[in-house]
């Protein structure tokens, strides 16, 4: 089976303005995770997905929104963005049932 | 709320075995996992405690103890592959999941 992709892989942005991140989970995964890594707050979740429906959600503001789609595909936007929000974000999928996640290579942003 | 501490630094020679602990405060989770992070790649799935006591895969171990709010990871027969970040992560009751702030391990020559 493929592994869990994301798109882009590197991305650029300047403060303001908005960004979508995109993950393609592995196939027949429902459950779809986002987290931020940075070198200072390490990993944190954002939010997760399943069957089309966030089922939970990390502390995080409101201009951090997701998405996911009937094929299980998910997006992540941050809107209004800031310098803050320069970090790795990487996307993980699981199986029904299990805690095991499998992340992707991850979306590295640079906010200047 | 929810918080995991580990080691942030460990340090040890090829061949040796390295003991990784992971202590909680969490009001409740289902299981204790443990990913593992080379620089610059994604973490990878290593091991997951559903239940108290020791699971064993191949060079890993990991063990959980609920009643200590402990746990930890085993690697043996240390090989340089294994320099990297090692995290410890649970889902809540909540169903949040949370890590811990990585561990990094060197493994000298």
Same mark, same amino acid.
């Not at chain 2, 746990?71 to 169903?95: H, I, N, P, W």
């Given at each position: 089976?493929?592994?869990?992709?994301?798109?882009?892989?590197?991305?650029?942005?300047?403060?303001?303005?908005?960004?979508?991140?995109?993950?393609?989970?592995?196939?027949?995964?429902?459950?779809?995770?986002?987290?931020?890594?940075?070198?200072?707050?390490?990993?944190?979740?954002?939010?997760?997905?399943?069957?089309?429906?966030?089922?939970?959600?990390?502390?995080?503001?409101?201009?951090?929104?997701?998405?996911?789609?009937?094929?299980?595909?998910?997006?992540?936007?941050?809107?209004?963005?800031?310098?803050?929000?320069?970090?790795?974000?990487?996307?993980?999928?699981?199986?029904?049932?299990?805690?095991?996640?499998?992340?992707?290579?991850?979306?590295?942003?640079?906010?200047? | 709320?929810?918080?995991?501490?580990?080691?942030?630094?460990?340090?040890?020679?090829?061949?040796?075995?390295?003991?990784?602990?992971?202590?909680?405060?969490? =009001?409740?989770? @289902?299981? $204790?996992?443990?990913?593992? !992070?080379?620089?610059?790649? +994604?973490?990878? &799935?290593?091991?997951?405690?559903?239940?108290?006591?020791?699971?064993?895969?191949?060079?890993?171990?990991?063990?959980?103890?609920?009643?200590? =709010?402990?746990? @930890?990871? $085993?690697?043996?027969?240390? !090989?340089?592959?294994?320099? +990297?970040?090692? &995290?410890?992560?649970?889902?809540?009751?909540?169903?949040?999941?949370?890590?811990?702030?990585?561990?990094?391990?060197?493994?000298?020559?």
């Amino acid at each position: 089976k493929a592994g869990v992709t994301q798109t882009p892989r590197y991305l650029i942005k300047t403060r303001g303005q908005q960004v979508t991140l995109s993950c393609s989970p592995i196939s027949g995964h429902r459950s779809v995770s986002w987290y931020q890594q940075t070198p200072g707050q390490g990993l944190q979740f954002l939010f997760e997905y399943f069957s089309e429906t966030q089922r939970n959600k990390g502390n995080f503001p409101g201009r951090f929104s997701g998405r996911q789609f009937s094929n299980s595909r998910s997006e992540m936007n941050v809107s209004t963005l800031e310098l803050g929000d320069s970090a790795l974000y990487l996307c993980a999928s699981s199986p029904r049932g299990q805690e095991t996640q499998y992340f992707g290579p991850g979306t590295r942003l640079l906010v200047l | 709320g929810q918080s995991l501490e580990q080691p942030s630094e460990v340090t040890a020679v090829e061949g040796a075995i390295v003991q990784i602990n992971c202590t909680y405060q969490t =009001s409740g989770f @289902y299981g $204790l996992s443990w990913y593992q !992070q080379h620089d610059g790649g +994604a973490p990878t &799935f290593l091991s997951y405690n559903g239940l108290d006591g020791l699971e064993e895969t191949g060079r890993f171990s990991s063990f959980l103890s609920r009643s200590d =709010s402990y746990g @930890y990871l $085993l690697l043996q027969e240390l !090989q340089m592959k294994d320099s +990297a970040s090692y &995290f410890c992560a649970v889902r809540d009751y909540g169903q949040n999941f949370v890590f811990g702030p990585g561990t990094r391990l060197s493994v000298l020559p």
